[in-house]
């Protein structure tokens, strides 16, 4: 049976919008059923909801946070152990030293288009080490990744301007709305009808 490893570090609203997404796809690939072994990835907190909401799939507990120097020894090592066919890593943060095939989200370049002390509230000096370890794991998730899903054209066109990747390697995938903005709407209908 083939094997997907998801990275949800960003499970859950306490990560807000990247949180909201990674909650969404879980949520939306559990109810598909899939014919793959599933793995997440996440922190122990998290790991005993997911292990509890979504029981056909393989929660395995890692302590690295993201942006980390402990995600790029864990991760790597975790998915390592597991062997999974396919990585998902649902933000640019994909480990330098992970070889094998992953795809990745890239949300944005907001980072390639806002630059300098202002844009940071790190300290002045922690912040050009910041923006160099943005600029290798972007750099990184990029070339080495089979296949980038973005939630836009928009975005499309910016990593096609900044980076050279020819466009059937980018898939764009609009972000769905979550399924509670409906409820007003469908009984709006309801009454109307």
């Known amino acids: 049976m083939k094997t997907i490893a998801v990275d949800a570090r960003f499970f859950g609203p306490s ?22 072994q599933i793995y997440l990835l996440s922190s122990p907190q998290v790991v ?6 979504f029981p056909r799939f393989n929660s395995i507990s890692v302590k690295a946070k ?3 120097l ?3 020894i864990e991760i ?11 990585v998902h890593f649902l933000h640019f943060n994909a480990p330098i030293f992970y ?6 989200t890239i949300h944005d370049l907001i980072k390639h288009h806002s630059q300098g002390l202002a844009t940071t509230t790190q300290w002045p000096f922690i912040y050009p080490f910041k923006r160099a370890g943005y600029y290798l794991a972007i750099n990184h998730a990029i070339k080495r990744s089979k ?11 910016d990593i096609q301007q900044f980076y050279s990747v020819r466009p059937s390697k980018i898939m764009v995938i ?7 903005f409906f409820k007003p709407v469908a009984q709006k209908i309801k009454e109307l009808t």
């Open 15 to 36: 990560h807000t919008g990247l949180g909201r997404y990674t909650q969404a796809l879980i949520s939306g690939l559990y109810q598909l059923k899939p014919q793959y």
């Open 48 to 53: 005993r909801y997911l292990k509890t909401t």
């Open 66 to 68: 993201h942006y980390s």
């Open 70 to 72: 402990a995600e790029q």
């Open 76 to 86: 790597p090592r975790v998915l390592n152990q597991i062997k999974p066919d396919l």
């Open 99 to 104: 070889s094998q095939p992953f795809l990745v």
């Open 147 to 157: 296949l980038i899903l973005t939630p836009s054209q928009a975005v499309k066109k």
């Open 174 to 180: 609009p972000e769905a709305a979550d399924s509670v």
